[in-house]
Nanobody, 121 residues
Framework: QVQLVESGGGLVQAGDSLRLSCAAS????????TAWFRQAPGKEREFVAH?????????YYADSVKGRFTISRDNAKNTVYLQMNSLKPEDTATYLC?????????????WGQGTQVTVSS
């Protein structure tokens, strides 16, 4: 059974930083694509960033976070991180970690419960 557990969320002020963690069990994250999504109240789930298995971990970001957020992976800890800098109030959301069952899967098959990030102005 695959389990993803997010942590690291909290209440911060605009301009602050946070690092989210996604710890996995039952699946080796270095063998698949892992992503962060976010969902704000009343809004649809939004892609934030992903890291693949290719070339040591190719990354891709939504335009809204590019240059401010960094996704990374610690293979030894089987954990993916999302470093969030220069946070803005519009970054407020529940952040969810997701992983594919295989690197070629067209969808994300495993999801965590999410961690809340609130950015005050």
């Amino acid at each position: 059974q695959v389990q993803l557990v997010e942590s690291g969320g909290g209440l911060v002020q605009a301009g602050d930083s946070l690092r989210l963690s996604c710890a996995a069990s039952g699946r080796t994250l270095s063998s698949t694509t892992t992503a962060w999504f976010r969902q704000a109240p009343g809004k649809e789930r939004e892609f934030v960033a992903h890291i693949t298995v290719w070339n040591g971990g190719t990354t891709y970001y939504a335009d809204s976070v590019k240059g401010r957020f960094t996704i990374s992976r610690d293979n030894a800890k089987n954990t993916v991180y999302l470093q969030m800098n220069s946070l803005k109030p519009e970054d407020t959301a529940t952040y969810l970690c997701a992983a594919k069952s295989s690197s070629l899967s067209p969808r994300y098959d495993y999801w965590g419960q999410g961690t809340q990030v609130t950015v005050s102005s």
